[in-house]
């Protein structure tokens, strides 16, 4: 599925924010230096930021503005470096990544918040929408974040 038939799968089950305008992510992206993918984006401009539990695994994805805010509050960079943004959490200990370490368009992953150590980071999908048809098909399981 795309991203938005991706969205339309998720609706029932999502519990959806005001999206965000494109003078959002022009801000985070020149404050970060980092890139956001145009799936994400998108599915932001939908909801920014939102919950539900889809399949599986209970998604939570932080608003726009609170992004930098949050990645600084959780020591982010400072424990996985430059390359990394968290972007939500699984309502628990699990935080999700958009890692760029190693590709221009960065993967979604996942790591402990209580271990931030960049080699505990682990790659979910090679993109945002991969990383919700896997949620949405039941292949990703908490326990395995």
Not at 76 to 95: E, Q, R, T
Not at 104 to 110: G, K, L, Q, W
């Amino acid at each position: 599925m795309n991203i938005a038939q991706c969205i339309l799968s998720i609706t029932p089950h999502w519990h959806c924010r005001m999206g965000a305008s494109d003078a959002v992510w022009d801000v985070i992206e020149s404050g970060t230096k980092l890139v956001f993918p145009p799936d994400y984006k998108e599915f932001m401009k939908w909801s920014d930021g939102g919950e539900g539990k889809i399949s599986h695994v209970y998604l939570s994805l932080w608003p726009s503005t609170q992004i930098v805010k949050l990645n600084q509050d959780y020591k982010i960079n400072h424990y996985l470096g430059d390359k990394v943004l968290a972007i939500g959490s699984d309502g628990g200990s699990i935080c999700f990544l958009l890692d760029h370490r190693f590709t221009e368009i960065p993967t979604f992953a996942s790591v402990n918040v209580g271990d931030l150590d960049p080699r505990e980071i682990k790659s979910i999908a090679q993109t945002f929408t991969s990383a919700l048809n896997l949620t949405i098909s039941g292949q990703i399981v908490g326990d395995e974040l």
